[in-house]
């Protein structure tokens, strides 16, 4: 079992900046990747940013060169920072876990971000 505890979301003006944080404890040690996924209202839920535990990464088009993930030292953390922020990029972004060995995901309970214009 993995318990991931997102911070860090809000409101912002356009062009302005924000850092997500997930902490993650339990069975830490089985987790292949994290990232960052986001749903707004009436769209599905997307891949916005992941890393693994090589601390590979990957962007969805829409973030690249505005959005960085990356892993804390002790390896239990992953942060995203975003910055120039757009109003679409308003959603609720949920931090995920993944454990390749039992095909499992967990999630986060997700953290509101809301760009204004």
């Known amino acids: 079992q993995v318990q991931l505890v997102e911070s860090g979301g809000g409101l912002v003006q356009a062009g302005g900046s924000l850092r997500l944080s997930c902490s993650a404890s339990?069975?830490?040690?089985?987790?292949?990747?994290m990232g960052w996924f986001r749903q707004a209202p009436g769209n599905q839920r997307e891949l916005v940013a992941a890393?693994?535990?090589?601390?590979?990464?990957t962007y969805a088009d829409s973030v690249k060169g505005r959005f960085t993930i990356s892993m804390g030292n002790a390896k239990n953390t992953v942060y995203l920072q975003m910055n120039s922020l757009k109003p679409e990029d308003t959603a609720v972004y949920y931090c995920?876990?993944?454990?390749?060995?039992?095909?499992?995901?967990?999630w986060g309970k997700g953290t509101l971000v809301t760009v204004s214009s």
């Open positions: 339990g069975s830490i040690f089985s987790i292949n990747s």
């Open positions: 890393i693994t535990s090589g601390e590979g990464t």
């Open positions: 995920n876990a993944h454990i390749e060995m039992y095909g499992m995901d967990y």
